[in-house]
């Protein structure tokens, strides 16, 4: 009995290795790009770009060759949902708090639970009244707000029975005694107030509170365009700036080191870079962040106002942070929705127990 000849591989159409090349080539872009934000970052004018542009769109190649290998070639389509996965995950930064949910919220005997929020309220504009009522249903204990010029009486009026202090445009509400440390003078960008720090009487003793707002990259990739880029001048206008917000973000890390001593250190507000930037890794990195510790989901808190290129009210970047030094233990954190300013506000609860009580007093336990 003869057998049968050997069945000869099935060819693949036109459509068919369309699909398969492009899918493949999307992937490997997709991974280039992922090592350009989170490996390159800042260090290259390409990798700043990347770093502060919208990332969902990348979602799209994905979503539409998915589509045509259902159509066309069925073997792309695991390729394609590995790209997707790439895109929602790492390149549009997704947080999942996987420890909190296994091991639940940490708890301690005789620990302090503190609330702080921190929001850019672009001087009370469009809609100040918003965020006031967003900011009340986290009954927050602590607020620091950035951008609040000359103040504003509906501000007054609702923090009437908290302490609050005015520096400049930084503003600090707690329902805690507090006191001002000293403001962060920088010199870069002809010399501004980057900052301030305070010291707040909390029941678990003094802590120290940064309030600060780092310049944007966004005065630099404006210096971008056709004409800049192919004579080198944009690109070296745009590396300058990152070189002065470098220096920058030194002198404020520098001004914090110096002001706290050793009590607990919280350093919240709009430090105008997301955590995968090589600038606020080098800077801020050793510091426990809120949202990646403790939140869910992506967390954009920048820009609520659109353009004719992008909605209102989805921001696509997360530049706005809460910070703390080990003596704490995020317990949760979460991103607000009201567009009542550019950026949405952020808040964070965190704990500080009786241990590191003891230690920050200097007392054996």
Known sequence: MSSAPPTAPKRLTKAAKWVLGLSCLNLIALCAISYLIYGVSETWWVGTVLTYAPRAPYLVPAVVLLVASVCWHRESIGINLVSAAVVLVPIMGLSVPLELWMNGPPKSENATSLTILSCNVQSFEPKFEKVLEEIATFNPDIVA??????????????????????????WVGSRFPIKLIRDCEVEQFGGRTAG??????????????ANIHQMTARFGLKELNRKTLINGDGTKE??????????????????????RGERPLIVCGDFNTP????????????????????????????????????????????????????????QSCQIGESDGSDHRLIVAHALLSAKNRAANRGIAD
């Open 196 to 209: 301030m720090l305070v010291e707040i009487e909390t029941p678990a003793g003094p802590i120290v509170l």
């Open 238 to 259: 745009l590396e300058d700036f990152e070189g002065e917000r470098y220096l920058e973000s030194i002198a404020i890390r520098q001004a914090v080191q110096e002001s």
């Open 145 to 170: 707000l950035q951008e609040a010029f000359r103040g504003d009486p509906r501000l007054d009026a609702y923090f009437r029975d908290w302490s609050t202090l005015q520096h400049g445009h930084y």
């Open 275 to 330: 955590a995968s930037s090589s600038l606020f890794q080098k800077h801020w990195g050793d510091l426990q962040s809120g949202f990646d510790i403790a939140g869910f989901g992506y967390g954009y808190t920048s820009p609520c106002k659109g353009n004719r290129f992008w909605p209102d009210n989805q921001p696509w970047a997360r530049i706005d942070h809460i910070l703390c030094s080990n003596d704490w233990t995020f």
